[in-house]
């Protein structure tokens, strides 16, 4: 168990912040499935080589992808001071988001439920 009053504990946790860059989507209109295809494919490489393979796949995560990319991009850059050539996607996830329910009428007066996933996709820099 831990020592000290539990503001004391939340207090210095968190005092520790993270300095690296990140950019998050919220609410994509894409499973977290779908979107870790493109996600797996992106993860360690460095920022360049990542936006090749991000313009180039032909998912539609993909275009999402790039966008929130070339955001934590700019984000290292402008806020951090970074240079871009050094950077690289250290950890990039897709957590799961609401999921919207919608019904279709199928045969015989049933109704099938459909439904429409979303997902919070992060992507998080660092230099080299």
Do not use: W
């Not at 009053?5 to 968190?14: A, F, G, L, V």
């Not at 929130?68 to 001071?81: C, M, P, Q, T, V």
């Amino acid at each position: 168990m831990a020592k000290g009053h539990r503001s004391q504990i939340k207090r210095e946790r968190n005092a520790v912040k993270d300095t690296r860059p990140t950019a998050k989507l919220s609410y994509a209109r894409v499973s977290v499935q779908k979107a870790c295809f493109v996600l797996d494919a992106i993860r360690g490489k460095d920022v360049t080589s990542a936006l090749g393979i991000v313009i180039y796949n032909p998912r539609y995560a993909s275009t999402l992808i790039e966008k929130l990319l070339k955001s934590a991009i700019a984000n290292a850059e402008n806020n951090n001071g970074m240079d871009p050539a050094k950077l690289y996607v250290e950890e990039c996830f897709a957590n799961k988001g609401p999921t919207m329910k919608r019904v279709k009428p199928r045969a015989q007066g049933r109704a099938y439920r459909i439904e429409k996933r979303m997902s919070h996709i992060s992507i998080v820099l660092n230099e080299k």
